[in-house]
């Protein structure tokens, strides 16, 4: 592991930064940050296993997906090659739904390690790079697929995209992919309010990036698209929701005022940051109480407790 990054030994942790005064509620005094391991080229997809007691995550340049088990703190590959995976996520059974850029599709693996393909394709054309899942209470799977991974072979693989970047759902009953809303530009990561009513997607080829927020009606079309938050300095790039509707978004553009994990109540003030040494792509809650904030960023893996859980 890389030694250079220590721990901060005071408390409250300094990197635990109060930009309004509703974050006083969720900074625990005498939490600090955590660095879990190192030694990723892009860390991405957290996803967290509590009947494990693990948590999963991708490192995606070098094709593999890495699990931390809880209770000794170890690290260990869980799968090589992974075709690039980037987002990771649990459907409803508990199964692992994975984005893959090298294979250019959204897989579940099943309960016996086989690999069940969810979506390759739409309207008969092969999807661009899928970046990042979510999976609803009715069992449906939405994720992004913007042509990211077409760029370079390092991310994914060099190819045109034959699609736009559009958003898909795939129906938990028939199966079927429908494109729900293909106006955003480079959609990345998305995630559902605590009621599932809106669905909050970064665009990420905006410029400024920017979160975006659409009404969700009967579980499966989305209106009403607007800017949520301008991101202006920042880069927003996958995030998570809490029990009370705050955004906990990964940010950082590479300077240490920015890098780490922003923060935004319901309304769109940014409340809080966590400041970490190098960008934050991707988060998620986790641990017995889901009050555990895990943080994928760029090499390494972080770790924060937190006085919120993670929405359902």
């Not at 901060?8 to 005498?30: M, S």
């Not at 892009?42 to 995550?57: I, K, N």
Request: charged share 25%; proline share 6%; aromatic share 10%.
């Amino acid at each position: 592991m890389n030694d250079v990054w220590q721990p901060n030994l005071r408390t409250p942790d300094p990197a635990v930064r109060i930009l309004d005064p509703r974050f006083e509620h969720y900074r625990l005094a005498h939490a600090r940050v955590e660095r879990l391991w190192t030694g990723c080229r892009w860390a991405e997809g957290p996803v967290w296993f509590g009947d494990a007691g693990a948590l999963y995550w991708t490192d995606l340049p070098n094709e593999r997906i890495l699990r931390w088990d809880e209770a000794s703190g170890q690290v260990a590959t869980w799968r090589y090659p992974s075709d690039k995976a980037n987002g990771l996520t649990r459907d409803r059974e508990g199964r692992l739904i994975a984005c893959e850029h090298g294979a250019r599709r959204v897989t579940r693996t099943e309960y016996d390690g086989s690999i069940t393909v969810i979506a390759d394709r739409y309207d008969g054309k092969p999807l661009n790079s899928p970046n990042d899942v979510v999976v609803a209470s009715d069992g449906a799977v939405w994720f992004t697929d913007p042509p990211f991974g077409l760029v370079s072979d390092y991310m994914g693989q060099v190819s045109t995209p034959d699609l736009p970047a559009n958003i898909y759902r795939v129906d938990p009953q028939s199966g079927v992919v429908e494109c729900v809303m293909g106006d955003v530009e480079g959609p990345n990561g998305l995630a559902f309010s605590p009621d599932e009513r809106t669905l909050y997607v970064v665009a990420s080829r905006a410029r400024p990036r920017t979160i975006m927020a659409f009404d969700v009606h009967e579980r499966r079309v989305l209106k009403n698209g607007r800017v949520l938050i301008d991101a202006q300095d920042g880069t927003p790039d996958g995030f998570r929701v809490d029990v009370d509707g705050n955004l906990w978004c990964g940010w950082g553009t590479g300077s240490d005022e920015l890098d780490g994990v922003r923060i935004f109540a319901p309304d769109c003030t940014a409340i809080g940051h966590i400041s970490l040494p190098e960008r934050c792509a991707n988060l998620c809650f986790g641990g017995r109480h889901k009050n555990r904030l895990f943080m994928a960023s760029t090499s390494s893996l972080y770790a924060l407790y937190v006085n919120t859980r993670g929405a359902v």
